[in-house]
């Protein structure tokens, strides 16, 4: 029997700002095999956890601050194959908006993480070779666009928070 294909499911938090009149959007600055790149607020969803829980969870670790999703803006689905590794990486992201809180002192940013900055959806365009995929400008112009779907269109079932429920 040929080995199951298991996409990586991947969250990331849009974050939209008015900063001097202008709508800046919140993104990390990390290190990647590739060389420093540009995010969302992003990560992998964990056993037990529910992708709302996922976010909130990635962008406190991120950013240093705690994000609350108010809507979904899309599910997306890509294709990556890693240059250092030839790794081919197919993921499903789950792009939440949402709210976020001022820095919290004392937190430290997860590891690779160099710093967070407030782009301009033109400042984003302006630096694609810096994204870390294709998804980070498409989650930004989707919701540019006011893609928003209600939370409740993604739904955990209580077994992935205790795998002894019955079914």
């Known amino acids: 029997m040929p080995e199951r294909w298991k996409p990586s499911v991947t969250v990331a938090a849009i974050v939209a700002e008015t900063i001097d009149g202008e ?7 990390e290190e990647t095999s590739e060389g420093l790149r540009l995010n969302n607020p992003a990560g992998h969803l ?4 529910s992708p709302a829980q996922a976010v909130a969870r990635e962008a406190l670790e991120e950013t240093g601050r705690r994000f609350t999703p108010r809507h979904l803006v899309g599910i997306y689905l890509s294709r990556y194959e890693r240059p250092a590794t030839a790794e081919d990486v197919t993921y499903v992201r789950l792009a939440f908006a949402g709210d976020i809180g001022a820095a919290e002192p004392g937190l430290a ?3 690779g993480i160099v710093r967070t900055l407030w782009l301009t ?3 984003l365009k302006a630096c694609r070779a810096r994204h870390r995929s294709t998804l980070v400008l498409r989650c930004i112009e989707d919701f540019v666009a006011g893609q928003a779907f209600p939370l409740s269109v993604v739904s955990t079932d209580a077994t992935v928070f205790d795998p002894e429920v019955k079914r």
């Open 23 to 29: 709508t800046r959007f919140l993104f990390v600055e």
């Open 46 to 49: 964990e056993p037990g956890e």
């Open 109 to 111: 940013l997860d590891v």
């Open 121 to 123: 959806l033109a400042e």
